[in-house]
C-alpha cells in the first residue's frame, strides 16, 4: 500500500500510511492521529508514551511516533484554519488519548484515504469532520480575543513583520506582544514564521526550484537552515518531497480543480507557489506524521 498525502493549502493536510516510524518532530500545526483499522498508534512525548487509536498531539510538541501495520491517518490542522485554536486549549496537557469510537462513522472513509480511492473534494469532506468530530473531545478554549483578527490580518499581509511592527498594531509593549502572539495563535511567533519560510519553501521545490535558490528567496540564511528547519518540522530532508516513488499526492490549486501526481511531486502549480505549499514523507522512515 502506498503512502498518500491529500493536500488542503492553508488549512491543513491528510497523511496516510501503511506503517510508520519517525523521530522527534516538533510543528505549528495540531496533529490528530488515527489508525484505520484499529491497531494501536504509539506517541513518545515528554517522557512519557501513549498508546491508542485516536491520538491528539498539541502544536509545537515534541513528539517520536511508532504505527505498525493499522493504517496511519495523519490529520495537520494548520494555524489558518478556523478551529486551529480549539486544538490550542488543550495545549498544556500534552498528548492526549481520543475516543476512537467517536469517529467511527468515518471508518468507510478513513479505509479508503488509506487506499487512495478518495478524490480530493471528499478528502477535504472527510477533513472537516475528523476536524469537527475532534474538537468535540478537546479541552474547552479561551474565548475568541478580538485581536486574533488583527493578528492574523498582520500576518496574512506581512508575514516576515518584526515584534515591534505587531506591537505598534496591537498597541502594547515589544514583550507584551510576543506573549500575546504566542497565546493567541498558539505558536510563538518565530515558530509561526519559519514554518511559513518552509511551506513556502516545499512550493519552491514542487516547480523544481534549486535548493540554494529557494532558501534565499524565502527568507532563510541559506540552504543548510531551510534543512535544518525542515528535518526538525517533518522529519526528513527536502530533498525527499521531490521523490514521487513513496508517496502519492493529491493536491486542489484554487482555481485549477484537483490534481494527483506522483513522479515528481507537485504540489501546487506555478501560479498558486506563493500561496500554500505542503509537506509530504516517505514509507517507514522518518516523515511527516
Avoid at 192 to 205: D, N, T
Wanted: proline fraction near 6%.
Amino acid at each position: 500500500m502506498q503512502d498518500h498525502l491529500f493536500w488542503f493549502g492553508s488549512r491543513g493536510c491528510i497523511f496516510t500510511s501503511p506503517s510508520f516510524l519517525a523521530g522527534n518532530t516538533t510543528r505549528p500545526a495540531a496533529v490528530l492521529l488515527l489508525s484505520a483499522t484499529g491497531e494501536p498508534i504509539e506517541v513518545s512525548a515528554h517522557g512519557r508514551v501513549t498508546r491508542g487509536d485516536a491520538v491528539y498531539v498539541p502544536p509545537m510538541c515534541t513528539r517520536q511516533l511508532r504505527a505498525g501495520n493499522g493504517g496511519l491517518v495523519s490529520v495537520n490542522i494548520h494555524a489558518q484554519h478556523p478551529a486551529f485554536r480549539a486544538f490550542c486549549g488543550g495545549a498544556d496537557a500534552g498528548v492526549l488519548q481520543l475516543d476512537r469510537s467517536a469517529f467511527a462513522r468515518h471508518d468507510e472513509q478513513l479505509l479508503d484515504a488509506c487506499h487512495g480511492r478518495l478524490s480530493h473534494a471528499d478528502a477535504a469532506a472527510l477533513f472537516e469532520a475528523l476536524v469537527g468530530t475532534a474538537t468535540e473531545q478537546l479541552p474547552a478554549s479561551e474565548p475568541c480575543d478580538p485581536r486574533v483578527a488583527i493578528l492574523r490580518d498582520l500576518m496574512r499581509r506581512s508575514p516576515g513583520c518584526t515584534l515591534e511592527e505587531m506591537a505598534e498594531r496591537l498597541h502594547v509593549g515589544y514583550t507584551t506582544a510576543s506573549h500575546v502572539f504566542a497565546r493567541l495563535m498558539g505558536v510563538p511567533l518565530r515558530s509561526y514564521q519559519l514554518w511559513i519560510k518552509a511551506i513556502r519553501a516545499a512550493a519552491r521545490m514542487a516547480v523544481g526550484a534549486q535548493l540554494t535558490h529557494i532558501a534565499h528567496e524565502v527568507g532563510f540564511v541559506d540552504s543548510a537552515h531551510l534543512s535544518r528547519t525542515w528535518r526538525r518540522t517533518y522529519g526528513f530532508a527536502p530533498s525527499r518531497i521531490t521523490d514521487g516513488t513513496q508517496v502519492r499526492v493529491l493536491a486542489s490549486c484554487l482555481g485549477h480543480g484537483a490534481a494527483s501526481r506522483s513522479s515528481p511531486v507537485a504540489l501546487t502549480c506555478p501560479a498558486c507557489a506563493s500561496r500554500s505549499a505542503p509537506s509530504a514523507g516517505g514509507r517507514f522512515r522518518s516523515r511527516p506524521g
